[in-house]
């Protein structure tokens, strides 16, 4: 669900106080990305592909992979419902597990 190399990897490129920041900012454009999914999903390819990138870049694998799966769906019929639980659990356990991965 969480690939925590990435987070690691991640906190040793930008330092434990720009990393606190970083964090911040994914789960508010995060959360931002998955209300527009639900309200009006005018882009939705390109909200997955950003929802896709972010999620890869914080190491949150699971969502990016549910996001890749939906993105790359041909029938146009792309199934969202999940991804909303998929972000909270990631969410939960990336914020529970984030001290023991320092």
């Known amino acids: ?11 040793d490129e930008v330092g434990d106080e720009d990393f ?5 900012l994914f789960l508010e454009e995060v959360e931002a990305a998955l209300d527009r ?11 997955l592909h ?6 890869l870049n914080l190491g949150f ?10 993105e790359q769906s041909e029938d146009g019929a792309m199934d969202l ?14 914020l529970d597990e984030l001290d023991l991965a320092a």
Do not use: H
């Not at 999914?37 to 909200?47: D, S």
């Not at 694998?61 to 939906?70: D, S």
């Not at 419902?81 to 990336?94: A, E, G, Q, V």
């Open 37 to 47: 999914l639900a309200t009006a999903p005018e882009n939705v390819r390109e909200e």
């Open 61 to 70: 694998r699971g969502l990016a992979l549910a996001c890749l799966t939906a």
């Open 20 to 24: 606190a920041e970083v964090v911040e």
């Open 50 to 55: 950003f929802l896709k990138g972010s999620a």
């Open 81 to 94: 419902s999940d991804l909303p639980s998929i972000y909270r659990n990631s969410k939960t356990k990336f």
């Open 1 to 11: 669900m969480i690939l925590w190399s990435r987070v690691q990897e991640l906190r």
